[in-house]
């Protein structure tokens, strides 16, 4: 998800205008990119594991 977020991102500040990432106060990408990151964390942490699966 996050390199998805980066290539849109990327392609975005490409063709549109320059849209730096803005951490104080947050803009609407820098707020994408920790949601992001949310969902990769909160998606690695939900998926089942291997162990004491016999």
């Known amino acids: 998800m996050t390199v998805i977020w980066f290539i849109v991102w990327l392609i975005a500040n490409n063709v549109g205008g320059h849209e730096p990432l803005l951490l104080d106060p947050v803009n609407a990408w ?12 909160g998606a690695a942490h939900a998926r089942p594991g291997q162990r004491g699966r016999h």
């Open 30 to 41: 820098t707020a994408t990119l920790i949601l992001a990151i949310g969902l990769d964390l």
